[in-house]
């Protein structure tokens, strides 16, 4: 663990608060939001993606009040490494869809409602960028409601999907279902707040159904049985070197995605 410091909490929408993580990174764009919920004069809060193991911030997020809960979106250290920290710290059990991630507290299930620090809190199996992932939905946050979307949805730039834990074909699914939640804002945990999840689930699934088409096009210059690294140098040959390793995770979900067996 080190000790450095967060920055100040920001507002993400009425009823969160987001405190960001000092983890930069090519993947965790200005680190990770570790997400403050909690409606008005509830005294308490609940604690979204602890975040990594950095003290500074880890003490911050336990400082904001009490904590009564701690919810884990997904596996990732970038999320979960400062979890079991927090949770000495404040006494709060961890929940996750991942018994292993979780600390004193039971595994979430796909759609059970939470009730803490005096909000609703709405479960969602997510699964694509990995098969683990879930979302937090707050349908009295405002008028249209937010949703938590951990790694599901970024507030800039795509999803990798963490292949073959995280598959294309799940994505897909998760991208549909959130999609009917219409216009809640989304409160990624790396980057900006962003107005309309409809909008922006709409726009992910564009996206990657042009990218299916270009490795089809790939395919048909390549060879049908053309391998991961042949086709990201096909399909992604102006990538830079420290994204290589997310590109070739996501030609492989593709790859599987147009290989696997048609009913």
Do not use: W
Not at 73 to 89: K, M, P
Request: net charge negative; proline share 8%; hydrophobic share 35%.
């Amino acid at each position: 663990m080190n000790s450095t410091s967060s920055s100040g909490t920001r507002p993400g929408s009425t009823l969160a608060t987001s405190l960001l993580a000092p983890n930069p990174g090519p993947m965790s764009l200005e680190g990770t939001n570790s997400y403050l919920v909690s409606a008005a004069g509830s005294g308490g809060s609940v604690v979204v993606d602890p975040g990594p193991a950095d003290e500074g911030h880890l003490q911050a997020l336990a400082s904001r009040g009490p904590v009564e809960l701690i919810l884990v979106t997904h596996r990732h250290a970038d999320h979960t490494a400062g979890s079991l920290r927090l949770h000495e710290l404040t006494g709060a059990p961890v929940r996750a869809a991942d018994p292993g991630h979780c600390h004193g507290g039971r595994p979430l299930q796909d759609g059970e409602t939470i009730l803490a620090a005096g909000v609703a809190i709405g479960v969602l199996a997510t699964p694509g960028h990995t098969s683990d992932s879930v979302c937090f939905h707050l349908p009295d946050d405002g008028p249209k409601g937010s949703v938590l979307t951990g790694d599901t949805i970024l507030g800039r730039g795509t999803t990798v999907l963490d292949y073959p834990d995280g598959t294309l074909g799940d994505y897909l699914q998760t991208l549909d279902r959130l999609e009917a939640l219409g216009a809640a804002t989304v409160l990624p945990a790396h980057g900006p707040t962003l107005p309309s999840l409809a909008v922006v689930a709409r726009a992910y699934r564009e996206h990657r159904l042009e990218r299916l088409d270009q490795i089809r096009a790939a395919l048909d210059r390549l060879g049908p049985d053309a391998g991961v690294t042949a086709v990201a140098d096909a399909v992604y040959a102006d990538v830079e070197p420290h994204l290589r390793r997310a590109v070739e995770m996501s030609v492989a979900a593709q790859l599987h995605y147009l290989r696997r067996p048609r009913l």
